[in-house]
């Protein structure tokens, strides 16, 4: 029988925590400026906390009040091909969301208020082989979304 999907916390993943109590990664010495700024901001929400690009750009001018919306953009899409950070695409959502990279999880989005959580599952790898092999395509990563209602929403 497989385990039921449980909600994960940024404590259960595993990366040292910052000053907060929250993960960081290490970022590497040449990373621009506001770059490092966007990342930051990320980071130090934490793994779980699926920040919109907006949510991004308001926490980013509350440090830097001229950096433009452009700017954030270009640096989420460079720490995301950098691998320090995830984009989240989930069906039905009105944009990406942002959280630190980490390990591999599942994303359950609650169809009525829209709040985004991190589900403790990912499929097993020798699942995800066999679904290649008898497709006959290579499987770069696998993205699970899980759609309903919250906890809060179906009381």
């Known amino acids: 029988m ?4 449980t909600l994960l916390n940024s404590r259960d993943r595993g990366y040292p925590a910052n000053s907060r109590g929250r993960e960081y990664r290490e970022v590497p010495a040449r990373l621009a400026k506001n770059y490092r700024l966007v990342y930051d901001v990320v980071a130090e929400q934490g793994i779980g ?7 991004v750009h308001a926490l980013a001018r509350r440090r830097q009040p001229s950096i433009g919306f452009t700017t ?13 950070i995830s984009e989240i695409l989930l069906p039905g959502a009105d944009s990406a969301y942002y959280e630190p990279s980490g390990e591999a999880h599942a994303h359950f989005r609650c169809d009525v208020c829209g709040k985004v959580e991190d589900v403790n599952y990912r499929l097993n790898k020798r699942i ?11 499987i770069k990563e696998v993205l699970l979304s899980l759609h309903g209602r919250c906890s809060a929403c179906k009381s």
Do not use: N, S
């Not at 497989?2 to 999907?5: C, G, R, S, V």
């Open 49 to 55: 906390t699926h920040l919109a690009m907006a949510d």
């Open 72 to 84: 954030v953009y270009r640096a989420l899409a460079r720490l995301r091909e950098m691998d320090l």
């Open 128 to 138: 995800v082989a066999d679904l290649a092999r008898k497709q006959g395509v290579e």
């Open 2 to 5: 497989t385990p039921m999907p």
